[in-house]
Nanobody, 127 residues
Framework: LAHLEESGGGSVQAGGSLRLSCKVS????????IAWFRQAPGKEREGVAS????????LYADSVKGRFTISQDNAKNTVYLLMNSLKPEDTAMYYC????????????????????WGKGTLVSISS
């Protein structure tokens, strides 16, 4: 059973940066789709970015392209989300999630479910 633990959330001003971390344990790290999702108060959950751990292939939501970068450190079984040029509308609880196999657009848009979820880390951006 996979265990995912997020960290790195906090409060910054608009234009600032944060790096979130997602530590994966309990499963063989290779051959997993690891994705970041976010949910703002009163809004639906939104897929942000994903990475396939075997090939390092990545996908991004249009809302974060060019500002957010997802990456991984295989040695640490950890996936990162570097968030630059942050905007107040990026304020949300950020969750990482895992699903065995390749990443598809359907994971980010919610059509394909993820098997494992972390508890989330809060990101708050002030204007």
């Amino acid at each position: 059973l996979a265990h995912l633990e997020e960290s790195g959330g906090g409060s910054v001003q608009a234009g600032g940066s944060l790096r979130l971390s997602c530590k994966v344990s309990g499963v063989s790290y290779n051959d997993y789709c690891i994705a970041w999702f976010r949910q703002a108060p009163g809004k639906e959950r939104e897929g942000v970015a994903s990475i396939y751990t075997e090939y390092d292939s990545t996908l991004y939501a249009d809302s974060v392209k060019g500002r957010f970068t997802i990456s991984q450190d295989n040695a640490k079984n950890t996936v990162y989300l570097l968030m630059n040029s942050l905007k107040p509308e990026d304020t949300a609880m950020y969750y990482c999630a895992a699903e065995w196999g390749y990443c598809y657009e359907s994971h980010l848009n919610g059509i394909t479910s993820m098997d494992y979820w972390g508890k989330g880390t809060l990101v708050s951006i002030s204007s």
